[in-house]
């Protein structure tokens, strides 16, 4: 299964809105509304932000949205802060009865 | 409140096993699958595959079969990632990482802290 494609980088500036997209297969992204968004700033442990490619989970800012078209979905943060500057993974089902993360992106913010 | 504790960092040589543990806490053991994540040095996340916290079946990634082993404690409320005839390219942090519950469909939400192991000469 191969892993799930993210740009490597995406910036912004504070206030402004960012998206970040990842892009799979019919097998994949494309077949299930199983595609899960993740936070993780260095050192630490990742964190769920949105599951069910538009849901999120208790206690996540509603700047932090998901959304989804043919085989590729997409996170996008508004209203950029400071604190956002962090890796972002997403992960979905796939056919095989498995899941597959996307390569990651590092957002910067200016 | 979901917690998941993992075991202390590990040096290991190359050849040896290792067992990484992880506790769980703040909710029903057996309604969750539990899931390991490799993230090598500088790298991203590979999902390793997952353990059914119901039957203890696991079912491993491509790429994770063979040495690399699921297995769960069910009373003691742990599970464990054993990785044998360790290779320097095993040098990751692991993570435990809970199932969605299935009412949300397949995924992942909480992580443990992870467990860095070392293998070097």
């Known amino acids: 299964q191969s892993a799930l494609t993210q740009p490597a980088s995406v910036s912004g500036s504070p206030g402004q809105s960012i998206t970040i997209s990842c892009t799979g297969t019919s097998s994949d992204v494309g077949g299930y509304n199983y595609v899960s968004w993740y936070q993780q700033h260095p050192g630490k442990a990742p964190k769920l932000i949105i599951y069910?490619?538009?849901r999120r989970p208790s206690g996540i800012s509603n700047r932090f949205s998901g959304s989804k078209s043919g085989n590729t979905a997409s996170l996008t943060i508004s209203g950029l802060q400071g604190e956002d500057e962090a890796d972002y993974y997403c992960i979905s089902y796939t056919s095989s009865v498995t899941l597959v993360f996307g390569g990651g992106t590092k957002l910067t913010v200016l | 409140q979901v917690q998941l504790v993992q075991s202390g960092s590990e040096l290991k040589e190359p050849g040896a096993s290792v067992k990484v543990s992880c506790k769980a806490s703040?909710?029903?053991?057996?309604?969750?699958?539990m899931n390991w994540v490799r993230q090598a040095p500088g790298q991203g996340l590979e999902w390793m595959g997952w353990i059914s916290t119901t039957t203890g079946n696991p079912a491993n990634a491509q790429g994770f079969t063979g040495r690399f082993v699921f297995s769960l404690d069910i009373s003691g409320r742990t599970a464990y990632l054993e990785i044998f005839n360790l290779k320097a390219e095993d040098t990751a942090v692991y993570y435990c990482?809970?199932?969605?519950?299935?009412?949300?469909?397949?995924?992942?939400?909480?992580w443990g802290q992870g467990t860095l192991v070392t293998v070097s000469s």
């Open positions: 703040g909710y029903t053991f057996n309604r969750n699958e």
């Open positions: 069910g490619v538009s």
């Open positions: 990482v809970r199932g969605l519950d299935s009412a949300d469909g397949p995924g992942i939400d909480y």
